[in-house]
């Protein structure tokens, strides 16, 4: 038998808390905040947006990286973002230098098949020896 005195049953209670997101000074459920973040894509506020999809999974807002496809947090995408950005700038930039140092290498090395002692391109002339030495 019930009893008539226990009072009002509470509903249950979510597992997992719904996500807020404070955008322009208002506070956003998830689906919300995904849209604001598309709209603030679509109008290209910031530069970094284009290498970025806004995703929402599972009542959480995510960035996804279209470089690497790597997803990210974005309760603060203006620093999220560009911090991802730099890691992927860092990389082109050691594989820039590593582009340089083979295509040195292969000029270097067709000099010396030549018998040449310089060649000249846009940027000036180059010394087969000492462009040998930095490339050691």
């Excluded at 322009?24 to 689906?31: I, Q, R, V």
């Excluded at 590593?98 to 000036?124: A, F, N, P």
Aim: with cysteine.
């Amino acid at each position: 038998m019930a009893d008539a005195d226990a009072g009002p049953s509470k509903p249950p209670v979510s597992k997992t808390p719904k996500a807020t997101y404070t955008y322009g000074n208002k506070e956003l459920d998830a689906p919300a905040y995904a849209e604001a973040l598309k709209s603030a894509k679509a109008r290209g506020s910031a530069s970094w947006w284009s290498f970025f999809t806004v995703i929402l999974t599972e009542g959480v807002v995510k960035l996804k990286c279209t470089i690497c496809g790597e997803v990210l947090g974005a309760k603060n995408p203006s620093a999220t973002a560009p911090n991802h950005l730099m890691k992927h700038s860092k990389a082109a930039e050691v594989l820039g230098r590593q582009v340089w140092h083979v295509r040195t290498v292969c000029w270097v090395l067709l000099c010396r098949q030549l018998g040449l002692d310089s060649w000249t391109l846009g940027s000036g002339t180059k010394d087969v020896g000492k462009a040998y030495a930095e490339t050691v």
